[in-house]
């Protein structure tokens, strides 16, 4: 008596990273960009996805994208994906930028927020102007060493990837 032999199992479908991120990336590679464009394109849509000011994105991605001659849909896609982070970053950069171009006791809080609307509504809006530009300049500031390194690490990474595709079209 002879045993069967086992089922062949399916391949999984690939996780949710590796089909929103490292899926469309690879898809990427195979239309033309080279390492380094790539590399600028994940660096700078990591750093733009994460802006503190909420609906800039799109437009600054866009704008950067066509300029540098880079894919802007990469780009687009790198730093929606950063929402999530962008919007828990967003609290806290408001809070430094509100203690770096507020003064001495201009902390941004809710209890000040409310205050102020209740009674002030010029004040509100300047402590949150103040908050909003000094975010601003401080994610500017992180933005630039963050892009930089990012770029240099990131391509020895795409330059893996493409050969390892190039040598997969060849097999």
Known sequence: MSIPPAPVPESAPPGWLR???LMPLLNILKQGLTPRQLALTVALGISFGLVPLLGVTTLMAT???LRLRLNVAALLLVSHLMSPLQLLALIPLLQWGARLLGGAGQSLSLARLQYYFNHDWAGGLSLL????LGALLLWAAASVPVVAVLYVALQPVFARLLARQAQARVE
């Open 63 to 65: 704008a950067v994208g």
């Open 129 to 132: 102007w103040r908050a909003e």
């Open 19 to 21: 089909r929103k991120l």
